[in-house]
């Protein structure tokens, strides 16, 4: 089994539960994977559904969506168990060979993030992909594409990942 290099998991902290706002059970946070060549953490892996670790599916969520609740003693995200549930998926036998940047950053823009590092998508391709995960998680409203589009596009500019846009409202 050849293991990846650059993400390496940390198993030996304890298991703590994923809920959204709304108190909704998203999962157990398992392991925290680290970055090695960034020196951060890249995601957690999050495990959701299954009985005892059986047919549970494992998901890479972004450190950067879970915010740590001391008095609940548990991860809680902003989004709806939609967004998880139709996350790119892993393999909890073989992710840490399969676990690429390319991948990484596909599950980033799914959860309306984009990638901390460099990656091989250009920025179009970045904000087109930020603006549809936006758009999914927001419910899939009509006629919304342009709006979607320009919040990519903010976001992704404050991220530092593409230049500012040249004029217009500043929200997210």
Known sequence: MK?????????????????????QDLGQVTTFVADMLTGRIAFAIVAFGGFFGISDKWFAVPWEIMVWSPEKKKF?????TNVLKTAPGMNKDTWAEEVNSDWLAKCYLHYGLAPYWDSDLSSEEQ???????????????????????????????????IGAPTSGDTKI
């Open 76 to 80: 809680v995200v902003d989004m709806p």
């Open 3 to 23: 293991q990846s290099t650059r993400f390496i998991p940390t198993n030996r902290l304890e298991r703590y539960d994923l809920v959204n706002e709304q108190g």
């Open 127 to 161: 904000k087109k992909g930020l603006a549809y995960a936006i758009w999914q998680r927001e419910g899939e409203p009509e006629g919304s594409a342009d709006h979607h589009y320009y919040r990519a596009e903010r976001i992704l500019s404050i991220q530092g990942v």
